[in-house]
């Protein structure tokens, strides 16, 4: 499997594309001066900021966009997260809005229904880890859809991992950086309100990576401040894959019960027809 083979397996395992990247910050917050503080309150501060929460749901405009001259594919959607347990995203038809397909993400298996071709695809995570160019797992993923902090293979970020980062910031941005027992790299950008705005993961600047940025912060439902857009990205030295989200009516600590259960009689399918459907699309 090629490079960019991998790359679209690793991005369906994070939800039909989800993708890696490193490209320069940009600064995306109001130009205020930072407070001054040590690395230990700065960490505690954007801790603080992060939202809490048991349970997530939200409705989204999806948008792929799968090569650096494709065109934009747009679906409604619908995001749920029961903390440490499962991530499901759910694509509608349009106009029809009854479900096109459904991928459940949890730390032990990755599920994708297809619903339009009565098939599916299952595997664990860690297979799929194995076919990505930079490591990745459940927990990482629940972060960078939640605008958390987090340690890679790690289920919670604690104060014990205070000492695991290290500290870089001008008079407006700050940049915790973290490196893993695989060298693989993590940097985590937040302003003056302690909102994280992007966080890369990479290996090597030079090849694949994850860019995360977020943007347009407003209000949940349950009054918690939340990016309501999130932009992924896939770079490559010749090629680029994103992904939007744009979200709305977010709640949270609402009881939710998630479905994996494949149907019968659909048919399975492997991995490498899975990345040839997906880039049928392309």
């Known amino acids: 499997m090629n490079r960019k083979n991998k790359i679209a397996a690793l991005m369906v395992f994070l939800a039909i594309v989800l993708t890696i990247g490193s490209c320069k910050t940009s600064r995306q917050t109001t130009q205020i001066a930072l407070m001054k503080a040590d690395k230990t309150e700065r960490i505690e501060s954007i801790q603080f900021s992060a939202v809490s929460y048991r349970t997530f749901s939200s409705s989204l405009r999806f948008s792929i966009k799968p090569g650096r001259n494709e065109n934009n594919t747009t679906v409604d959607a619908q995001l749920k997260i029961i903390k440490d347990k499962m991530i499901q995203l759910s694509l509608r ?69 205070y000492n695991s980062f290290s500290l870089k910031e001008d008079s407006f941005l700050v940049i915790l950086h973290n490196t893993d027992k695989q060298g693989i790299h993590y940097d985590f950008t937040s302003d003056y309100r302690n909102r994280i705005l992007k966080t890369e993961v990479y290996k090597n600047k030079n090849e694949a990576g994850l860019n995360c940025n977020y943007q347009d912060f407003g209000l949940t439902a349950n009054k918690k401040l939340f990016p309501m857009k999130i932009t992924m990205e896939a770079v490559l030295p010749a090629d680029l894959i994103r992904t939007d989200w744009s979200f709305s009516n977010v709640i949270l600590d609402t009881d939710i019960a998630l479905d994996d259960a494949i149907p019968q009689k659909y048919r399975r399918i492997d991995l490498n027809q899975l990345i040839k459907f997906i880039q049928a699309y392309e």
């Open 93 to 161: 038809i349009p106009i029809l809005g009854t479900e096109a397909g459904r991928i459940s993400v949890s730390p032990e298996k990755v599920i994708i229904i297809d619903r339009i071709n009565k098939r599916y695809f299952l595997d664990t995570t860690d297979n799929l880890r194995k076919e990505a160019p930079v490591d990745f797992d459940y927990y990482s993923l629940q972060a960078l859809l939640t605008n958390q902090l987090f340690i890679a293979g790690k289920n919670e970020f604690n104060s014990e991992d």
